[in-house]
């Protein structure tokens, strides 16, 4: 059986799902869609640890733990800032929360 | 037929990920993101790695994509008429990320071959590349002889112990962190 398979789609296909990820923070203002748009940057970083992990070893699938990890714990905490927002400001549309912009 | 379903998924994958961030409604974008983090879990099971596809579904979306649908249903927001930005934030998010996806396009050209002849070059690399990372051969023969979850589960408990240890107190600090934040009076 070959040992690494579909590695520079798998890399173009991570490359792809980032750009989309960015892209979609750069263009919505609604702070939850927002924050879906970190986690499949996430899941993107996620794909290219796999696909290198079949070249590298088992290292790249512990990476991947940390991430999804951190990717809980970003989830859970950010969101509970939004509920925290939204019960101040009723809104979760980010060009009113403007506080910190000076 | 495997190169025919890894495709598949991908255009599945890049189509839920489009879906995401052009859909009105949170709860649409959701379902999209949904749609491709179990193509990525495909993907996974693809690319030889079982467990980390069995947690993907769990974890994302099992318990992230769920967490974000209770949220959205706790805001209750109602029908906005569209929160896309304007046209000059669009063209600014259409160049930057096409800058992004021509740099990140060149990770096509990464080659187990390129890399070796890098390496060749600097020999003080190759020798620190050798400890950080066994070889893949090797991960393949520690799955074949432990299994997919012992070959995962050994490294994770030996070489990578000090840092799961960190990742619970990680875990801790965001879970009061939450509590504090979400609460109304503690």
Same mark, same amino acid.
């Given at each position: 059986?070959?040992?690494?398979?579909?590695?520079?789609?798998?890399?173009?296909?991570?490359?792809?799902?980032?750009?989309?990820?960015?892209?979609?923070?750069?263009?919505?203002?609604?702070?939850?869609?927002?924050? &879906?748009? =970190?986690?499949?940057?996430?899941? #993107? *970083?996620? +794909? @290219?640890?796999?696909?290198?992990?079949?070249? $590298?070893?088992?290292?790249?699938?512990?990476?991947?733990?940390?991430? &999804?990890? =951190?990717?809980?714990?970003?989830? #859970? *905490?950010? +969101? @509970?800032?939004?509920?925290?927002?939204?019960? $101040?400001?009723?809104?979760?549309?980010?060009?009113?929360?403007?506080?910190?912009?000076? | 037929?495997?190169?025919?379903?890894?495709?598949?998924?991908?255009?599945?994958?890049?189509?839920?990920?489009?879906?995401?961030?052009?859909?009105?409604?949170?709860?649409?974008?959701?379902?999209?993101?949904?749609?491709?983090?179990?193509?990525?879990?495909?993907?996974?099971?693809?690319?030889?790695?079982?467990?980390?596809?069995?947690?993907?579904?769990?974890?994302?979306?099992?318990?992230?994509?769920?967490?974000?649908?209770?949220?959205?249903?706790?805001?209750?927001?109602?029908?906005?008429?569209?929160?896309?930005?304007?046209?000059?934030?669009?063209?600014?998010?259409?160049?930057?990320?096409?800058?992004?996806?021509?740099?990140?396009?060149?990770?096509?050209?990464?080659?187990?071959?390129?890399?070796?002849?890098?390496?060749?070059?600097?020999?003080?690399?190759?020798?620190?590349?050798?400890?950080?990372?066994?070889?893949?051969?090797?991960?393949?023969?520690?799955?074949?002889?432990?299994?997919?979850?012992?070959?995962?589960?050994?490294?994770?408990?030996?070489?990578?112990?000090?840092?799961?240890?960190?990742?619970?107190?990680?875990?801790?600090?965001?879970?009061?962190?939450?509590?504090?934040?979400?609460?109304?009076?503690?």
């Amino acid at each position: 059986m070959e040992t690494v398979q579909f590695l520079g789609p798998s890399l173009a296909l991570s490359a792809i799902l980032f750009t989309l990820g960015v892209a979609g923070v750069l263009i919505r203002r609604n702070a939850i869609v927002l924050f &879906m748009c =970190v986690e499949l940057m996430l899941n #993107a *970083v996620n +794909l @290219a640890f796999v696909a290198l992990a079949q070249l $590298h070893g088992v290292s790249g699938y512990i990476m991947v733990f940390f991430v &999804m990890t =951190v990717a809980a714990a970003e989830a #859970a *905490v950010g +969101l @509970a800032i939004i509920l925290a927002i939204f019960r $101040h400001r009723q809104t979760v549309d980010l060009q009113n929360i403007n506080l910190l912009r000076g | 037929m495997a190169t025919f379903i890894f495709y598949l998924f991908a255009v599945t994958s890049v189509l839920g990920a489009v879906m995401c961030i052009l859909s009105r409604s949170p709860v649409v974008s959701a379902m999209w993101l949904m749609s491709t983090m179990f193509s990525l879990a495909a993907i996974y099971v693809l690319l030889n790695a079982q467990l980390i596809g069995v947690l993907q579904v769990l974890v994302y979306v099992g318990a992230i994509l769920v967490l974000f649908l209770f949220v959205v249903m706790l805001l209750n927001l109602g029908h906005a008429a569209t929160d896309l930005r304007g046209p000059a934030a669009t063209t600014a998010a259409v160049v930057i990320s096409g800058l992004l996806v021509i740099e990140l396009i060149a990770l096509w050209r990464y080659t187990p071959g390129r890399l070796a002849a890098e390496i060749a070059q600097a020999p003080q690399m190759a020798r620190q590349l050798e400890t950080a990372f066994p070889g893949g051969a090797l991960a393949q023969q520690a799955a074949e002889t432990h299994g997919v979850v012992g070959a995962v589960a050994a490294p994770m408990f030996q070489t990578y112990l000090v840092p799961f240890e960190i990742t619970s107190v990680l875990l801790l600090t965001a879970l009061v962190g939450a509590v504090v934040l979400a609460k109304r009076r503690i």
